[in-house]
């Protein structure tokens, strides 16, 4: 997934109330061009009741066998379902365009 650091992005948030679940909202999401990228190996997730907490981290390269969490973020549910979402279909994507190359290599190959 690429993005444009410098232009701002349009999502659409599906709203979580039944009766407003049909609805899709066009909200502009400013990104600034000098944020902070963060590699991160280790994610833990706990779910609690009605929100969902996510933790990132690092293994401990002087410590072998210890992690650092350096971010907690909690979403709502609804949120989380978002995100579980919106990976599940990024990562699809990356696998087919990633079969595509293979395939393309192969019948170069042949």
Do not use: W
């Not at 999401?29 to 990132?56: K, Q, W």
């Amino acid at each position: 997934m690429s993005t444009e650091k410098d232009a701002p992005k349009t999502s659409n948030t599906q709203q979580s109330e039944p009766a407003q679940a049909e609805q899709t909202q066009n909200i502009k999401m400013h990104v600034s061009p000098d944020l902070d990228y963060c590699f991160r190996d280790i994610a833990n997730i706990y779910v609690g009741n009605g929100d969902v907490t996510l933790e990132f981290g690092n293994h401990h390269r002087a410590m072998p066998g210890n992690i650092t969490i350096s971010n907690r973020i909690v979403l709502t549910t609804a949120a989380a379902y978002e995100l579980q979402q919106q990976l599940q279909n990024v990562l699809m994507q990356a696998q087919q365009q990633l079969q595509m190359q293979m395939q393309q290599k192969m019948q170069q190959n042949k």
